[in-house]
């Protein structure tokens, strides 16, 4: 699948489960309390956005493999250099990071810095905000040089903003852990699918694989404005009261 088609998955599966999972331990730094003193498990609506961007860039990591992809290419020679090393240890495109290992690993690596960490947290979550903006388009048509200033601006204007509405990272490990999980699934719906169970080298295909293309017509033309409209769904779901 194609950057924008695993950033919107990403952002998708944080606005569906996210709500959900709120009250799981590792998210309990968002706890509020309300005017009768009852604590509640929710996710502010602040942070529920700021959890759809960073898990629509986590979406992009398995993908750091492959030198010509978006990840690879975002921060020019050192993702690209990155990405070259990962191939080589990860055995090939779609090897060890497109597996659930990866994602675990990647997860529990997130959750450690949210929890002890808090410059490499802040670090993280700038890079997987600017990652999710570069991958669903945000930009200036034929200009890098532009595109990379509007992406610089957005990323440090949303951060700026969700600190200033208090937005705790207590949720981070999970984010980035479904984000990459995510992009895993979804490769698996294409042709060639995916080594899910990393050491194991067998490819799993989903049982109702539809045999996606990456980059063509059906993704491009179908499936991306589906999601683009599932992602408005949900968020006028959540963050519209009844």
């Known amino acids: 699948m194609m950057g924008h088609t695993h950033a919107m998955t990403g952002a998708i599966a944080w606005l569906g489960l996210a709500p959900g999972l709120a009250a799981l ?10 005017s009768t003193g009852i ?10 956005i700021a959890g759809a961007l960073v898990c629509a860039g986590a979406a ?4 750091l493999d492959h030198p010509s992809a ?3 290419q975002t921060f020019g020679p050192v993702t690209w250099a990155l990405s070259k090393v990962v191939n080589w240890l990860g055995g090939g495109h779609r090897g060890a990071t497109h597996s659930l290992a990866f994602a675990v690993a990647v997860g529990f690596g997130a ?30 048509p034929g200009n890098k040089a532009g595109s990379a200033l509007v992406n610089i ?22 984010a980035v852990g479904i984000g990459s999980f995510v992009h895993v699934v979804g490769d698996c719906m294409t042709e060639k699918g995916c080594p899910v169970l990393w050491p194991m080298s067998v490819k799993f295909l989903l049982p109702w ?3 996606i293309k990456t980059g063509k017509k059906f993704e491009q033309k179908i499936l991306a404005p589906v999601l683009s409209v599932a992602i408005i769904g949900l968020l006028f779901l959540r963050l519209v009261p009844a």
């Open 70 to 72: 978006t990840i690879a």
């Open 39 to 48: 604590m509640v498990n929710a996710l502010t609506p602040a942070e529920l």
């Open 153 to 174: 601006g957005l990323t440090a204007g949303l951060y700026t903003v969700f600190l200033s509405l208090g937005v705790g990272y207590a949720w981070l490990g999970l």
């Open 60 to 63: 992009m990591l398995p993908d």
């Open 209 to 211: 694989k539809i045999g």
């Open 25 to 34: 331990p590792m998210v309990m730094e968002s706890d509020r309390f309300i």
């Open 111 to 140: 959750h450690w810095l949210a929890s002890s960490h808090p410059i490499g947290r802040d670090v993280l979550v700038v890079l997987l905000i600017g990652l999710a903006l570069r991958a669903i388009g945000i930009g200036i």
